[in-house]
């Protein structure tokens, strides 16, 4: 078994020498024979080593001076979540789109099992329609960062100085749960009881919101266009370092009223997001979020593409 710290290394020199260096045969030695995809950001990506050569491959070729950033990294046993930003110029076709010559920024976060020295299970978001606004492709529609006129990246992060009270990581992983699961319903009475209001900060690319009152007005929008609204939360893959967390998700619920303007088409729909977020005074002061909202908006008729 890798030790925590290796599987760390492992997840960053992926990201170093395979994403930005281009080393795709790095794939064949830490990527293992039969690594499951569990998402990536709505992209179709084949399993094992050569699954994630022809992912990268597409990304590299579309934007050769494209590199990788590690904006943070935590781990809990073999469990690795990461935050990225993926930089880089598209002077090649990308899935059918010509080249534009335009630059992109755009941030992911990710979960990687690491079991011997090698990636046997991923979980990836990343704001692909961020990305594809950015290039011109997608038109320019929802409340995310780029639609809404600014930064596709995460922002700085909060420098408040904070002190944890003594808790072992289940206890952070219970309150990271319960969060995720809150804000789903919204439940504000609980939720006060979760998160310092005050000092929150959001980083959420996918969906604009930089503060508490955008993710409670943002809650509760979401809850009245699907009204059955289910959050599902990935328990047993919730890795904890330190005062931080990541936490994969499910969102089901039927379009039954207004979304973003589209009038309710009474879809099912199902899509996943992920939740990296800071601990501080024993509650939940910052959040960094990426979610396959492509995949929401393409089937509720607000970006085309969906079926």
Known sequence: MSTPEEAKAVVRRWNDEGWSGGNYDLAHEIIAPVMTVHGAGGQAVGMGPEGLIDLIKTWRTAFPDGHMTVDDIIVEGDLVGIRNTWHGTQNESFYGIPPSGKEVHVTSVGLDRVINGQVSEGWGELDMVGMMQQLGAMPIAGPGAVATGRSSEWGEASSKAVENPEATADDWRTLAIRFVEAVGKPDEALLAD???????????????????????????????????????????????????????????????????????????????????????????IERWVSADTLTLFQQTGLLPGGS
Not at 206 to 235: E, K, N, S, Y
Not at 238 to 258: C, F, I, R, Y
Request: proline residues 3%; glycine residues 14%.
């Open 194 to 284: 979760l998160v310092d209001q005050a000092a929150f900060v959001d980083h959420n690319p996918v969906w604009g919101t930089t503060d508490w009152a955008g993710v409670i007005a943002g809650a509760h929008a979401l809850r009245a266009a699907f009204g059955d609204l289910t959050v599902t939360v990935d328990v047993r893959n919730v890795p904890v370092e330190g005062n931080q967390a990541v936490v994969h998700s499910l969102l089901t619920g039927t379009h039954t009223g207004d979304f973003l303007g589209v009038a309710p088409t009474g879809k099912t729909v199902t899509w996943s997001h992920t939740d990296f977020v800071r601990f501080g005074g024993g509650k939940i």
